[in-house]
């Protein structure tokens, strides 16, 4: 599964959308972009996944580049329960494609 | 109700020790998984099951021996704890191997001392 690229933290704003890139610049064609949370002492939480087209849900807006070497994720209006790691995954559709996460994005949510 | 359940949350115990942390998942979902996240906060796959069968294994010591009695739990069995073992274990499932989208327990938290 292709790598990706994270910077290792942000800060946002209560209320301000927040904008977290992720660069997956070896991605197939094949493979899904997925993103998860890990709110401190909880376990991971799934939020949103695509493969090229942008997708939204209830949780954030997932935009993926046209060549698909990025991605995106949007908060619309952060608030402070949405501090946490946020995971950028690539994941193909195999069985035995597993979920790598790396070392995130610590969103910080200040008031 | 919880989708997926462990326990025990917390567990201390005394190196060459043999525990276990049981899971439970409600979803109705064929396939299981435990992840290890070390004092790094990386976390790791350590196996899958689809169907009570195990289809991933990632080079995992053999004192770890998953077991999954039916699909709605997976069971993780170590025995002669390490100090390296201290960790949080984390379960979860999905509804099949084809996609990403895991629900995870709220971790058991092991130490060795």
């Known amino acids: 599964d292709a790598k990706t690229t994270q910077p290792p933290s942000m800060d946002c704003a209560e209320g301000r959308a927040a904008n977290l890139p992720c660069n997956h610049s070896?991605?197939?064609?094949?493979?899904?972009v997925y993103w998860y949370r890990q709110i401190h002492s909880q376990g991971p939480q799934y939020i949103i996944h695509?493969?090229?087209n942008n997708e939204t849900n209830e949780m954030a807006s997932l935009i993926i580049t046209e060549d698909r070497k990025s991605s995106t994720l949007i908060l619309p209006h952060a608030t402070l329960r949405d501090t946490a790691v946020y995971y950028c995954?690539?994941?193909?559709?195999?069985?035995?494609?597993?979920?790598?996460f790396g070392k995130g994005t610590m969103l910080l949510v200040s008031p | 109700d919880t989708a997926v359940s462990q326990t025990p949350k917390y567990l201390v115990t005394q190196m060459g020790n043999d525990k276990s942390i049981k899971c439970e998942q409600n979803?109705?979902?064929?396939?299981m998984y435990w992840y290890k996240q070390d004092s790094k906060k990386f976390l790791k796959i350590m196996f899958s099951?689809?169907?009570?069968?195990?289809?991933i294994n990632e080079t995992v010591p053999n004192r770890f021996s998953p077991k999954s009695p039916d699909k709605a739990h997976l069971n993780l069995h170590i025995n002669s704890l390490e100090l390296g073992d201290s960790a949080v274990y984390f379960c979860?499932?999905?509804?099949?191997?084809?996609?990403?989208?895991?629900?995870f327990g709220e971790g058991s938290r092991l130490t060795v001392l």
């Open positions: 979860a499932s999905s509804q099949g191997v084809a996609t990403g989208e895991l629900f």
């Open positions: 070896t991605i197939s064609g094949n493979e899904y």
């Open positions: 695509g493969l090229k």
């Open positions: 995954i690539v994941r193909g559709r195999s069985g035995y494609s597993t979920l790598t």
């Open positions: 979803l109705g979902h064929d396939t």
């Open positions: 099951y689809n169907n009570k069968e195990l289809i």
